[in-house]
């Protein structure tokens, strides 16, 4: 089953705007992933936010995560057509447990950049 | 470093064959998790394994398999293939070592099966 939802679930912006997904998610993580996947492809790894972050950047990205709401956000800011892709949240397990190597992904947004 | 690698790429099967399809993590890994992606279902955890053993396993039935080498390269068997099967089958690796359950993975491109 999947570990939450991803808001919108299409987003279709012109190039040069900022694009910003939304993850909900249900249980207690370690950590909290984005991964791009461009056309039914592997996955990209972009970024990793630990449970006791609220905040990160990586070049156009900047993550954020609220651990009390349980929500994250990315916002890729100054999109380019090469962003278009399937961007998806994936969370990693509590230490102490024993659901070694599972991230749970949500149901991804797809997003669209028009030149 | 290379990256993760799959092979087959695609592959068309019919109902009631086996497939095996395998993969090499990035040099040093030694965790290997495989997921079954499906527009339905999304993404699914079927397992991971590390230094040649199965630590973890999703619920998938038991037609699904795999397995670990001792160099870390993993393969995975689907015995009695049905139309459902039809899947992107995506392998990723990680370091697997510490007291983190899941770090960064790292994806391969995938093996697309086709179950005709």
């Known amino acids: 089953s999947q570990q939450g939802e991803e808001d919108p679930q299409a987003l279709s912006i012109q190039e040069g705007e900022n694009a910003t997904m939304n993850c909900s998610y249900k249980?207690?993580?370690?950590?909290l992933q984005w991964y791009r996947q461009n056309s039914g492809r592997g996955l990209v790894h972009l970024i990793l936010i630990r449970s006791n972050e609220r905040e990160k950047h990586s070049g156009r990205l900047r993550v954020t995560l609220d651990t009390s709401k349980k929500s994250s956000s990315l916002l890729i800011t100054a999109s380019r057509a090469a962003d278009t892709a399937s961007y998806f949240c994936a969370t990693g397990p509590l230490a102490g447990g024993t659901s070694y190597g599972k991230l749970t992904f949500g149901q991804g947004t797809i997003l669209t950049v028009h030149p | 470093k290379a990256g993760v690698t799959q092979t087959p790429r695609y592959l068309i099967k019919t109902r009631g064959q086996q497939v095996t399809l395998s993969c090499s993590p990035i040099s040093g890994h030694r965790s290997v998790s495989w997921y079954q992606q499906t527009p339905g279902q999304g993404l699914q955890f079927l397992f991971e394994y590390f230094s040649e053993t199965q630590r973890n396993k999703g619920n998938f039935p038991g037609r699904f398999s795999g397995r670990q080498f001792s160099n870390s390269r993993s393969e995975m068997n689907v015995s009695t293939l049905e139309l459902g099967d039809s899947a992107l089958y995506l392998c990723?690796?990680?370091?697997?070592?510490?007291?983190?359950?899941?770090?960064?993975?790292?994806f391969g491109p995938g093996t697309r099966l086709l179950v005709l």
């Open positions: 990723a690796s990680s370091t697997g070592q510490g007291a983190i359950l899941v770090e960064t993975q790292y």
């Open positions: 249980t207690s993580i370690n950590n």
